[in-house]
C-alpha cells in the first residue's frame, strides 16, 4: 500500500523557515517523479517544486532562491526546504508521487502553512 504522508507545517512569522517531509512508503522513488504543490485558499493547486527528467531539481519562479526540494534516501522521504517566507506562500502544501512508466499516482494529505505576523 502506498502511503505519502506530510509533516513540517505550522504558523511562522514573514521572513522565517520551515522545512516540509513527505514520508514515502510502498513506492521506489526511482520509478517516480516527485514534486511538492500547494493550494492558496480559493485557489487551483499547482506545482511549487519537482524532479525534472534527468534528477534535477526544479522551483517556480515565485519561490526561486528561496525554496529548495531535495531527497533523503535514507528515510525515504521528500524535503522542501522553505527559507524568507512571505504570506503569499501561504497555502496547504501537498507532496506528489507521478509514476514515470505506469498510469499511476499518488498524493499525500496536504500540511498547512500559514505566513503571518
Known amino acids: 500500500q502506498v502511503r505519502l504522508v506530510e509533516s513540517g507545517g505550522g504558523l511562522v512569522q514573514p521572513g522565517g523557515s520551515l522545512n516540509l517531509s513527505c514520508a514515502a512508503s510502498?513506492?521506489?522513488?526511482?520509478?517516480?517523479?516527485l514534486s511538492w504543490y500547494r493550494q492558496a485558499p480559493g485557489k487551483l493547486r499547482h506545482m511549487v517544486a519537482r524532479?525534472?527528467?534527468?534528477?534535477?531539481?526544479h522551483v517556480i519562479d515565485a519561490v526561486k532562491g528561496r525554496f529548495a526540494i531535495s531527497i533523503d534516501n535514507a528515510r525515504n522521504t521528500i524535503i522542501l526546504q522553505m527559507n524568507n517566507l512571505i504570506p503569499e506562500d501561504t497555502a496547504v502544501y501537498f507532496c506528489?508521487?507521478?509514476?514515470?512508466?505506469?498510469?499511476?499516482?499518488?498524493w499525500g494529505q496536504g500540511t498547512q502553512v500559514t505566513v503571518s505576523s
Open positions: 524532479f525534472l527528467g534527468d534528477g534535477s531539481p
Open positions: 506528489y508521487a507521478l509514476a514515470k512508466h505506469a498510469v499511476d499516482d499518488y
Open positions: 510502498g513506492i521506489i522513488f526511482d520509478n517516480y517523479y
